[in-house]
């Protein structure tokens, strides 16, 4: 079971990144999936959640609005678009898989994680 992250970089406020979540060695189908992030020195924080069927989807409400959580279960890979990103944004960007469960912010609830990527907004 791997998730393999990619997407993360630096950019300017205002602009926009689109992080990518691919998983091997299982299927995401039936798995509700997040995006978590930490900041230096802060605990990982729920940013966005979708279910599986990708019907139903929440958000921390300081990225709604700007943030998309998607998912293509064809090819087994979650996203997040993120546009007019801030500089509060910066983070570590976490996918994470739960098997069981509707979506949930509770971190505890998620059996697998991605390595994450880095997101930096900076001017």
């Known amino acids: 079971v791997q998730f393999v992250e990619s997407g993360g970089g630096l950019v300017h406020p205002g602009g926009s990144l689109k992080l990518s979540c691919a998983a091997s060695?299982?299927?995401?189908?039936?798995?509700?999936i997040g995006w978590f992030r930490q900041a230096p020195g802060k605990e990982r924080e729920f940013v966005a959640a979708?279910?599986?069927?990708?019907?139903?989807?929440d958000y921390v409400d300081s990225v709604k609005g700007r943030f998309t959580i998607s998912r293509d279960n064809a090819e087994n890979t979650l996203y997040l678009q993120m546009n007019s990103l801030k500089v509060e944004d910066t983070a570590v960007y976490y996918c994470?898989?739960?098997?069981?469960?509707?979506?949930?912010?509770?971190?505890?609830?998620?059996?697998?994680w991605g390595q994450g990527t880095q997101v930096t907004v900076s001017s």
């Open positions: 994470a898989a739960r098997r069981y469960g509707s979506i949930t912010k509770n971190r505890d609830a998620y059996d697998y």
């Open positions: 060695g299982f299927t995401l189908e039936g798995y509700s």
């Open positions: 979708i279910n599986w069927s990708g019907g139903s989807t």
